[in-house]
């Protein structure tokens, strides 16, 4: 029995119908008009100034002044020590990546500084101590030094692992009140990369600096609580917080290393005779002389990183710590 004509031209058709159906639908997928193209995003989005620090609180005080105009890379990961910390060939490579370099003194800047003229001629150097109130090494518990200049201080040129690159102490972060003197140091230098973003970086700066100082009047209150206070900590990095609210900083390494068996027994009868119940201890750096101070007395760890990005949350923290040792323990050693 032969098929109607009709039912054997569309059994002919219909693969080729199907063969254009699909066509139709790639097409749509594909159709340049129903997207947008990369060209036409990247010319929408505003440059980005490149940006290098050397540790993450440093990210935080560029970010707050350059925000979504600035992309900061950070030299040292996080969680290891900026003291010791050796970059690899990669990092180097990627110098040239960025237009500046915000350092802060750090002994691991050494390599960057040996090799920057090779690796990034074009890079602007811009250091955030310019201008502050330098300590000096906070192993040697020698104070202020004036204010930081382009040349080194005499008397200082030989340093160990964890000290400044010219015998000056580091970390000045730690103290609001030398950020808040930093962040005019970038603000002007965002605005010559980005002049016509000045405007926009001075109000960042300003809205920053009010945060600042509210965030100085929390800690001054608790630090009411504690008059004769002393800051027990494994590592000295809180001498600018220390100098900045009227505490004593207590520190275990002695010249960036473990204490000798006399001076650590020494340490602990001062710590038993101050009354001090706590030790702030970084998770960056471990070591046998905290196991026993831990186990020599009745000392509890608290730890706490002076390199956590969130440098406000940060602070808080510590500030938290201290209000919570004075109030629960009032005849301790951070209130005496």
Known sequence: MS????????????????????AGCRSEVSDPESQPSSSASSEQAEPLIPVLVTVDPLRWIVEQIGGDLVQVSVFVPAGREPETFAPSPRQMSQL??????????????????????????????????????????????????????EHEHEGHEEHCACQGLDGLDPHFWMSPECVR???????????????????????????????????QETIRATVTLMPQRVLLVYHPAYGYFCREFGLEQLSVEVDGKSPKPA???????????????????????????????????????????PLNPDYEANLHELNDFLREEALQNPDSGYNK
């Open 263 to 305: 001076a650590l027994g020494a340490l602990i009868r001062q710590i038993k005779e101050k009354g001090i119940k706590k030790i702030i201890i970084q998770p960056e750096f471990s070591g046998s002389s905290v196991e026993s101070i831990l186990s020599g007395s009745e000392l509890t760890a608290f730890v706490h990183s």
């Open 96 to 149: 040239a990546d960025h237009k500046v370099f915000f350092r802060a003194g750090l002994a691991c800047e050494l390599p960057l500084l040996a090799k920057l003229n090779s690796l990034a001629p074009e890079m602007k150097i811009v250091d955030l101590r310019d201008g502050l109130n330098m300590l000096a090494d906070a192993h040697d518990h020698a104070g202020d030094v004036g204010k930081r200049s």
């Open 3 to 22: 098929l109607p004509k009709s039912v054997l031209i569309f059994t002919y058709l219909t693969p080729f119908l199907l063969l254009l159906c699909l």
């Open 181 to 215: 003197e930093s962040l005019q140091t970038v603000t002007k230098e965002l605005s010559t990369q980005r002049p016509e973003k000045s405007e926009v970086f001075e109000a960042n700066r300003k809205a920053t600096a009010e945060r600042l100082t509210s965030l």
